[in-house]
């Protein structure tokens, strides 16, 4: 029998204990389970000492602050200019960045090139091809 992990959420409202669970992970190892469940929407919350785990029910859905670091803008001539300073555009310029890609080396890729970009997703695809078709000029 191999080993396996089931995590529980531990969210209590008015008394009552939430009857979420997770799928069965192959590892008897907590942090990586934790870790595996977070791809599922779960996520934890440090109470006391302890660590809670959420479904993703129950898990709070916190939105991004508008200024991530305050006092600090893009440095002019960053791509998240064009891509836009939210966290679908500031996500997709640090891909680009740690690929050591220029927006206009990302503009010369092929749509399916560009769909390889790994950690990209789809949010960022789609922002990535609708910015850069809007930037390309038009040959009459």
Request: hydrophobic share 30%.
């Amino acid at each position: 029998m191999s080993a396996h992990t089931v995590i529980t959420c531990d969210t209590v409202t008015d008394g009552r204990r939430c009857r979420g669970t997770t799928t069965v992970y192959n590892t008897c190892i907590v942090s990586f389970a934790r870790e595996l469940a977070t791809q599922d929407g779960w996520g934890t919350r440090a109470a006391g000492g302890q660590t809670l785990d959420l479904c993703p029910d129950c898990a709070p859905c916190k939105s991004l602050p508008a200024r991530l670091v305050p006092g600090r803008s893009c440095p002019p001539g960053s791509p998240c200019h064009l891509l836009g300073h939210d966290a679908i555009g500031h996500r997709v310029t640090n891909i680009l960045a740690r690929m050591g890609l220029s927006l206009e080396e990302a503009t010369a890729l092929a749509n399916a090139d560009s769909f390889r970009i790994p950690g990209l997703g789809p949010e960022g695809k789609a922002r990535l091809k609708s910015r850069l078709s809007e930037r390309k000029p038009v040959h009459r």
